[in-house]
């Protein structure tokens, strides 16, 4: 989840915030971010919408380009 941090950090968002939020524990947000623990395909939906970007930009850290 490479992208998920990355995004967080540029929005100056902390994981308290973005968790309470997204009403899950701050604990499994930093899991994420970390990849200690897979996010659910419905989480990252939510984590998606929440952000304004795509799934493949929360995994890669980039956006999909068709080659």
Do not use: C, T
Request: glycine residues 4%.
């Amino acid at each position: 989840m490479k992208g998920l941090k990355m995004i967080r950090k540029e929005r100056n968002l902390n994981q308290l915030k973005v968790a309470m939020d997204l009403n899950i524990s701050r604990e499994a947000l930093s899991h994420y971010e970390n990849g200690k623990r897979e996010p659910s395909l419905d989480m990252l939906n939510k984590l998606s919408s929440y952000f304004n970007v795509s799934i493949d930009f929360l995994i890669n850290g980039k956006e999909f380009v068709k080659k």
